[in-house]
């Protein structure tokens, strides 16, 4: 089949190559870097150079408007496959290829549908996870199933990126049986039931700040969700600062917030156990040392909650 592939995680490369065992990629659909950004050229540059090597056609279009959807009919594809393109697909756009449009959900829909299910995930310390393959409709995650994964392990130390990658690996192992049962119309779909349904939320910037006042495991779970964008951050001085690691200790906390050195170690309270932090960064400044930075001060003035 000729496959349309709309993603924008540089993990789904994996994916990318499994399918070019089978089947022609006409062209990797991702979304444009932020305006005015000066990191790199693309959101993705792996994914990019996954594509150059591989003669795939590479476009960032800044909105799926008609000349976009004019485009992608021109290519004349069978199948778009979508997984973690980070935009809304209208109806017009889903129907294009002869097989519609699929989409690879990282969730076992139909809990957690929308936009951050890993995150989510990880956040509510859930125990098991897996995969949902659907047909696309201009529903947000509720269309027919083509296949369920089964139900994964999790050890509770899986950071948003090693999630990602996990997920994306194991559909990589099924994804050319699924294809060619599309193919051949072999498939028998499934309805997904409403009434389980949960729903997941965009993530913004201000979501990484952290409330001493909860557990430790809960901010430890927000940490790894979190993990590649936007980060956990507190304020000390009314100046941000981002976590960049932390561990949880066996220490049982007081006062949530306050600072405490022990064993040489910066410790913060929670409402369960300390949380030792190893290493921050002030914004605009360097990555440094907690406890080089934090032994500057009476940490016995200190309390997290209130600076």
Same mark, same amino acid.
């Given at each position: 089949?000729?496959?349309?592939?709309?993603?924008?995680?540089?993990?789904?490369?994996?994916?990318?190559?499994?399918?070019?065992?089978?089947?022609?990629i006409l062209a990797i659909i991702s979304?444009?870097?932020?305006?005015?950004s000066k990191r790199r050229k693309f959101i993705n540059p792996k994914l990019y150079e996954y594509s150059q090597k591989n003669n795939i056609l590479f476009l960032c279009p800044n909105k799926l408007d008609s000349t976009f959807e004019e485009?992608?009919?021109s290519l004349d594809p069978d199948l778009s496959i979508v997984m973690s393109y980070g935009k809304i697909l209208k109806k017009n756009l889903i129907n294009i290829p002869r097989y519609g449009t699929i989409n690879i959900h990282p969730s076992l829909l139909p809990v957690y549908r929308g936009p951050s299910p890993i995150q989510n995930t990880i956040?509510?310390?859930?125990?098991?996870?897996?995969f949902t393959v659907i047909q696309m409709n201009e529903g947000v995650d509720t269309g027919d199933i083509l296949y369920k994964s089964k139900k994964y392990d999790l050890n509770l130390d899986e950071t948003y990126t090693e999630l990602l990658r996990f997920l994306f690996n194991e559909s990589s192992k099924i994804i050319n049986n699924l294809l060619s049962k599309i193919d051949n119309k072999e498939?028998?779909?499934?309805?997904? &039931?409403? =009434?389980?349904?949960?729903?997941?939320? $965009?993530i913004e910037k201000k979501s990484g700040e952290i409330n001493w006042d909860v557990e430790a495991s809960s901010i430890y779970a927000k940490f790894r969700a979190f993990s590649e964008w936007?980060?956990?951050?507190?304020?000390? &001085?009314? =100046?941000?600062?981002?976590?960049?690691? $932390?561990?949880?200790?066996?220490?049982k906390?007081?006062?949530?917030?306050?600072?405490?050195k022990i064993d040489g170690k910066i410790c913060v309270h929670t409402s369960t156990q300390n949380i030792i932090l190893s290493q921050i960064q002030f914004d605009g400044k360097k990555i440094i040392d907690a406890s080089a930075y934090f032994s500057n001060f009476d940490l016995s003035k200190i309390n997290l909650r209130t600076n």
């Open positions: 089949m000729n496959i349309i592939f709309f993603g924008s995680q540089d993990e789904s490369i994996e994916l990318l190559a499994e399918i070019s065992n089978n089947h022609n979304k444009p870097l932020p305006k005015n485009t992608i009919k956040l509510n310390q859930d125990k098991k996870t897996g498939l028998c779909t499934q309805k997904q &039931n409403n =009434k389980l349904a949960t729903y997941t939320s $965009l936007p980060k956990i951050y507190s304020f000390f &001085n009314q =100046k941000r600062f981002i976590i960049h690691d $932390l561990l949880v200790s066996d220490y906390s007081t006062n949530p917030g306050n600072l405490e």
